[in-house]
């Protein structure tokens, strides 16, 4: 069982940035690749960026070159650097953990 806590986001202007942090609790971090997701109203859940368990990551072309994923096995964190944020980026954002964890999401709105 592995329990995510994100945290970090909020209301920034277009332009701006924000790192989201996701602290797993649990077992088998090293071995699982940790993902951001999000969702905007009306819209269905989209994978923003992945990381797997030797760093290999994956990126939404709409997020390529504004968005850095990265993680700290030791301290059980993976995190979300945000810059240019648009305001298309608005929306909730989660933590997922291997196929089945996922966080309670965290809010981030963009004001153009």
Same mark, same amino acid.
């Not at 290999?56 to 096995?73: E, L």
């Not at 929306?91 to 963009?110: D, H, L, N, P």
């Given at each position: 069982?592995?329990? /995510?806590?994100?945290? $970090? $986001?909020? &209301?920034?202007? #277009?332009? $701006?940035?924000?790192?989201?942090?996701?602290?797993? %609790?649990?077992?088998?971090?090293? +071995?699982? *690749?940790? !993902?951001?997701?999000?969702? +905007?109203?009306?819209?269905?859940?989209? /994978?923003?960026?992945? %990381?797997?368990?030797?760093?290999?990551?994956?990126? #939404?072309?709409?997020?390529?070159?504004? @968005? *850095? %994923?990265?993680?700290?096995n030791d301290k059980k964190?993976?995190?979300l650097q945000m810059n240019? &944020?648009? !305001?298309?980026?608005? +929306? %909730?954002?989660y933590c997922k953990s291997?196929?089945? @964890?996922?966080?309670?999401? *965290?809010?981030?709105?963009?004001?153009?």
């Amino acid at each position: 069982q592995v329990q /995510l806590v994100e945290s $970090g $986001g909020g &209301l920034v202007q #277009a332009g $701006g940035s924000l790192r989201l942090s996701c602290l797993a %609790i649990g077992n088998y971090f090293r +071995a699982n *690749t940790m !993902a951001w997701y999000r969702q +905007a109203p009306g819209k269905q859940r989209e /994978l923003v960026a992945s %990381i797997a368990a030797f760093g290999n990551t994956n990126y #939404a072309d709409s997020v390529k070159g504004r @968005f *850095t %994923i990265s993680r700290d096995n030791d301290k059980k964190m993976v995190y979300l650097q945000m810059n240019s &944020l648009k !305001a298309e980026d608005t +929306a %909730i954002y989660y933590c997922k953990s291997g196929s089945q @964890f996922w966080g309670q999401g *965290t809010q981030v709105t963009v004001s153009s």
